[in-house]
T-cell receptor, first 111, second 112 residues
């Protein structure tokens, strides 16, 4: 089971780019990497998913190096509303393995 | 949009009571999950199911059981609630082929 490690917390200011890195040293060949955002008193919300190289959508980019032992979520020009906890998740997509979240990274965006 | 509905937003129960937490999803997803979330401990997987009547233990199944009689419904059961089961419980669902989980709003359970 691929275990993930993230920084506990990060601070940023509005308008800055934020990069959150997740380490997953024993990721398996079939595993995908998925990132979630969670606000207080809500369930996590899907942000982005990737397998290798770079994926971009309207809210974030995901960078995955060739060895896939880590991944970086990039949030461009953060605002106060991006203050949340961010989780990375590694799984093989079959649903036949438990999907275990790491401890998450608490991002605090200051004005 | 996928909707995952948890039956109660807040629940207060007494020690020793049998507690049912219900979760319903409306997108025909194969996979369903129950997590609990406690301050400082992140999300911990209790049980999951990838098909009707199938269930698999997660990381912390002790003190819990589950039931999946229909594809859209996944129930978490606390046979005899204890104070250390006071927590936020989150249900999620996904298609069989991916980790794009859709979460419900959660049930904050207090066991007194």
């Amino acid at each position: 089971l691929a275990k993930t490690t993230q920084p506990i917390s990060m601070d940023s200011y509005e308008g800055q780019e934020v990069n959150i890195t997740c380490s997953h040293n024993n990721i398996a060949t079939n595993d995908y990497i998925t990132w979630y955002q969670q606000f207080p008193s809500q369930g996590p919300r899907f942000i982005i998913q990737g397998y290798k190289t770079k994926v971009t959508n309207e809210v974030a980019s995901l960078f995955i190096p060739a060895d896939r032992k880590s991944s970086t979520l990039s949030l461009p020009r953060v605002s106060l509303s991006d203050t949340a906890v961010y989780y990375c998740l590694v799984g093989d997509g079959t649903g036949r393995r438990a999907l275990t979240f790491g401890s998450g990274t608490r991002l605090q965006v200051q004005p | 949009d996928v909707k995952v509905t948890q039956s109660s937003r807040y629940l207060v129960k007494r020690t020793g009571e049998k507690v049912f937490l219900e979760c319903v999803q409306d997108m025909d997803h194969e996979n369903m999950f129950w997590y609990r979330q406690d301050p400082g401990l992140g999300l911990r997987l209790i049980y999951f199911s990838y098909d009707v009547k199938m269930k698999e233990k997660g990381d912390i199944p002790e003190g819990y059981s589950v039931s999946r009689e229909k594809k859209e419904r996944f129930s978490l059961i606390l046979e005899s609630a204890s104070t250390n089961q006071t927590s936020m419980y989150l249900c999620a669902s996904s298609l069989l082929g991916g980790e794009k989980l859709f979460f419900g709003s959660g049930t904050q359970l207090s066991v007194l």
